[in-house]
């Protein structure tokens, strides 16, 4: 059952909804304008939680005259699901299309004027449920981790690609006679086999994990295994006739500035683009100023308060 607490004008409060048996739970921000209006639905990138920054752009959107709805993908923080820090994009993006639904049956939101917000894994979903869901009428995608099967490409020497798909195959044997689901570290030693091993990954999860106390540093084999078969840049074209806003740093090299250019170019009309200083981490940090004003303008001017 979805519930929240009763409505608070301006003011955030636990929610939590069902996706298909599975519980989700986030935050709602009410707008300050008291009256149904315009909803951002967001939630975060590669295996991080709410409570790393999300709260930041959250109250940046209110401040822009809009409600916002932030959520901790299933087997994630504070949301329910198994095996426990297990990325499934398709699921994920399913359960985007689920929060759409719990913010459209809010008396504060005008189920007409959803947006949806991500950044780096769901800055691709993002691109994929704006392409897909007819509900949403503008889309912010921050540092999307566009395709990652050419990422995939680029992380794993050619060498190494024997060894790894062996690990894969291992596995998948494991998890079917019944063993312990395996994880591999995000960030850590090279040695260790890390997700990211370039030290700006490493500085930054392990810096916001102060800051957000239910993240873990580890996520399922099978993750990296489905992350290297999504490729959400394949959906661009299909984003319009919806606003498009990207935001890309001219030094990403984790989800590579230029595929993500690539992509925008692909997009159609109308869309925007805003490239900022710095890798894909310093969105949240160095540069949120700059990120977090892009798509709050964005928003406010493509998901009016003030609609008739």
């Known amino acids: 059952m979805s519930t929240s607490t009763a409505p608070q004008t301006g003011a955030r409060r636990d929610i939590e909804f069902d996706a298909d048996s599975t519980t989700l739970r986030g935050w709602f921000y009410s707008s300050k304008t008291g009256t149904p209006g315009p909803v951002v639905v967001m939630s975060h990138g590669f295996s991080l939680v709410k409570e790393a920054y999300l709260d930041r752009y959250a109250e940046r959107f209110v401040q822009a ?39 459209s049956t ?18 691709a979903h993002a691109i994929v449920v704006a392409a897909t869901d007819l509900r949403v009428k503008a889309v912010v995608s921050q540092v999307p981790a566009i395709n990652g099967v050419e990422t995939g490409w680029r992380r794993i020497p050619m060498a190494q690609l024997q060894s790894v798909g062996k690990g894969l195959a291992a596995d998948r044997i494991a998890r079917m006679s019944g063993a312990e689901v395996a994880t591999r570290p995000i960030v850590g030693d090279p040695a260790d086999g890390p997700v990211y091993a370039a030290q700006d990954a490493r500085d930054f999860f392990l810096d916001t994990g102060k800051i957000a106390p239910t993240w873990r540093n580890e996520v399922t084999i099978r993750t990296g295994e489905w992350s290297r078969v999504y490729n959400a840049g394949a959906f661009i074209e299909m984003v319009s006739p919806r606003p498009l806003l990207m935001i890309v740093g001219d030094d990403d090299t984790l989800s590579g500035t230029d595929l993500q250019l690539e ?46």
């Open 65 to 103: 005259g809009l409600a916002v709805l932030v959520y901790d993908h299933r087997n994630f923080g504070a949301s329910d699901g198994a095996p426990r820090q297990e990325i499934d994009p398709w699921r994920q993006i399913e359960d985007y299309r689920h929060a759409i639904t719990y913010a």
């Open 263 to 308: 992509a925008y170019n692909r997009a159609l009309e109308p869309k925007q683009l805003r490239i900022i200083p710095g890798g894909h981490f310093d969105p949240y940090v160095s540069q949120f100023e700059a990120s977090a004003t892009a798509a709050a303008e964005f928003f406010a001017a493509n998901l009016p308060a003030d609609r008739d």
């Open 106 to 123: 809010l008396p504060e939101v005008d189920a007409d004027r959803i947006g949806v917000w991500g950044t780096s894994y769901s800055g």
